[in-house]
């Protein structure tokens, strides 16, 4: 048929041709810079059964830290309830600027004046896309006591904020499991805290540190930050962070999903590569309505590996599924650790996690919250965990 064509009509298709494949390249760069923006429908979608990852896949992803209280705004454990902080007048001499300050993350005067702000656009203005991730902090120590950059001194205690100009669109808590890791935890509050705020939400930072030199449990760490954190304010949604992921794109957005989201689709450890499709590790999303659905977390992962994959097959068994953003936005770059003992028992509390999804996670949990301190930077809690016990 190509033959029996004449030239000139061979020149004309090829021409057309050439055409379309312009046209579909410019559709799909402008697809590319709206759909980190845009409708979650849109993102990758994994909805495979029930199965169990292989050896070298479960926990992608971990953390162990610990930091002591120093640059501490206000202390519930020192006799200062949470609610009523400001009103007590309570302000430390390292930081005599936040008299002003409550707990809820705002100063009487503007939360006066909120409701009459305008609401946040869907789009948040100033996104910039790829991001310079910084490798260098101040110390922990300055970050808490408020002493730093422009970013630092607009949050309000307990590293709550809320944008200026408008009413922001998600009540957002950023969950971070943490013990003896403080010099990630300042290189995390140090490229998270701008990210967040040019995203126009309504966050708090919220740091869960286990007590003591036990097991590590990730999984019990965040269903207390959950917890503990709604005690705090009226969060929508709840962002589940490593402590050593640092995000790479600031159109990857921390805002309230449609559906259970993983968010670091692209780590650089993994050459920015999804390790497995049921992965659900590292920075994840979840609506407070889906958290409480499922069950919150497994207690029972101690140690490292499991407690992620134990969530992803909780996911699909209550009807979500996981959504994920395009691996070009939702990058992270890992820092260095010292990975933690494997959990010898984790295969065999994924095969029997199906019969526990309704006793086991936040309906079983118990712990000791020992401190709860609102630094400028952040809110830390120092809770102490149950020993292991065995599943039922």
């Given at each position: 048929m190509w033959a029996a064509l004449h030239s000139w009509q061979r020149s004309q298709l090829c021409k057309l041709l050439a055409v379309l494949v312009a046209a579909a390249l410019l559709a799909q760069c402008a697809f590319s810079l709206l759909e980190p923006r845009g409708l979650e429908p849109l993102f990758t979608i994994s909805s495979l059964p029930l199965r169990r990852p292989g050896p070298g896949a479960a926990g992608a992803y971990r953390a162990r830290t610990h930091a002591p209280p120093r640059g501490l705004l206000f202390s519930a454990s020192d006799g200062l309830p949470a609610a009523d902080a400001t009103a007590t007048g309570a302000t430390p001499a390292a930081a005599p600027d936040l008299a002003s300050l409550s707990v809820d993350g705002a100063n009487s005067s503007a939360a006066a004046n909120l409701s009459a702000l305008p609401i946040c656009p869907v789009l948040p203005p100033n996104l910039e896309g790829p991001l310079k991730v910084s490798r260098e902090s101040a110390p922990l120590a300055s970050l808490q006591e408020g002493r730093g950059p422009a970013w630092l001194r607009a949050l309000s205690a307990g590293g709550h904020f809320r944008p200026s100009g408008c009413r922001a669109?998600?009540?957002?808590?950023?969950?971070?499991?943490?013990?003896?890791?403080?010099?990630?935890?300042?290189?995390?509050?140090?490229?998270?805290?701008?990210?967040?705020?040019?995203?126009?939400?309504?966050?708090?930072?919220?740091?869960?540190?286990?007590?003591?030199?036990?097991?590590?449990?990730?999984?019990?760490?965040?269903?207390?930050?959950?917890?503990?954190?709604?005690?705090?304010?009226?969060?929508?949604?709840?962002?589940?962070?490593?402590?050593?992921?640092?995000?790479?794109?600031?159109?990857?957005?921390?805002?309230?999903?449609?559906?259970?989201?993983?968010?670091?689709?692209?780590?650089?450890?993994?050459?920015?590569?999804?390790?497995?499709?049921?992965?659900?590790?590292?920075?994840?999303?979840?609506?407070?309505?889906?958290?409480?659905?499922?069950?919150?977390?497994?207690?029972?992962?101690?140690?490292?590996?499991?407690?992620?994959?134990?969530?992803?097959?909780?996911?699909?068994?209550?009807?979500?599924?996981?959504?994920?953003?395009?691996?070009?936005?939702?990058?992270?770059?890992?820092?260095?650790?010292?990975?933690?003992?494997?959990?010898?028992?984790?295969?065999?509390?994924?095969?029997?996690?199906?019969?526990?999804?309704?006793?086991?996670?936040?309906?079983?949990?118990?712990?000791?919250?020992?401190?709860?301190?609102?630094?400028?930077?952040?809110?830390?809690?120092?809770?102490?965990?149950?020993?292991?016990?065995?599943?039922?």
């Amino acid at each position: 048929m190509w033959a029996a064509l004449h030239s000139w009509q061979r020149s004309q298709l090829c021409k057309l041709l050439a055409v379309l494949v312009a046209a579909a390249l410019l559709a799909q760069c402008a697809f590319s810079l709206l759909e980190p923006r845009g409708l979650e429908p849109l993102f990758t979608i994994s909805s495979l059964p029930l199965r169990r990852p292989g050896p070298g896949a479960a926990g992608a992803y971990r953390a162990r830290t610990h930091a002591p209280p120093r640059g501490l705004l206000f202390s519930a454990s020192d006799g200062l309830p949470a609610a009523d902080a400001t009103a007590t007048g309570a302000t430390p001499a390292a930081a005599p600027d936040l008299a002003s300050l409550s707990v809820d993350g705002a100063n009487s005067s503007a939360a006066a004046n909120l409701s009459a702000l305008p609401i946040c656009p869907v789009l948040p203005p100033n996104l910039e896309g790829p991001l310079k991730v910084s490798r260098e902090s101040a110390p922990l120590a300055s970050l808490q006591e408020g002493r730093g950059p422009a970013w630092l001194r607009a949050l309000s205690a307990g590293g709550h904020f809320r944008p200026s100009g408008c009413r922001a669109r998600h009540r957002v808590a950023v969950v971070v499991p943490y013990r003896d890791r403080a010099a990630h935890l300042a290189l995390l509050l140090t490229n998270l805290h701008p990210l967040l705020q040019k995203q126009q939400l309504d966050y708090r930072i919220v740091v869960v540190e286990q007590a003591g030199n036990g097991a590590f449990n990730r999984a019990m760490l965040m269903n207390i930050g959950f917890v503990e954190a709604l005690k705090l304010y009226d969060f929508q949604c709840f962002i589940f962070h490593d402590v050593d992921l640092l995000p790479e794109d600031d159109r990857n957005l921390y805002t309230c999903p449609e559906q259970p989201r993983h968010m670091s689709v692209a780590i650089d450890v993994f050459k920015y590569r999804l390790p497995y499709a049921d992965i659900f590790g590292g920075v994840s999303a979840m609506t407070r309505e889906q958290f409480q659905k499922v069950n919150g977390f497994s207690n029972m992962f101690w140690g490292w590996g499991g407690e992620d994959d134990d969530m992803s097959n909780r996911i699909r068994f209550h009807g979500y599924h996981i959504s994920r953003y395009p691996a070009n936005i939702a990058r992270y770059k890992m820092l260095t650790h010292r990975k933690q003992r494997a959990n010898p028992k984790r295969y065999e509390f994924l095969n029997t996690g199906r019969r526990r999804f309704r006793t086991d996670g936040l309906n079983s949990l118990h712990y000791d919250c020992e401190r709860t301190l609102l630094y400028r930077s952040h809110t830390q809690l120092l809770v102490r965990l149950p020993s292991p016990t065995a599943p039922s």
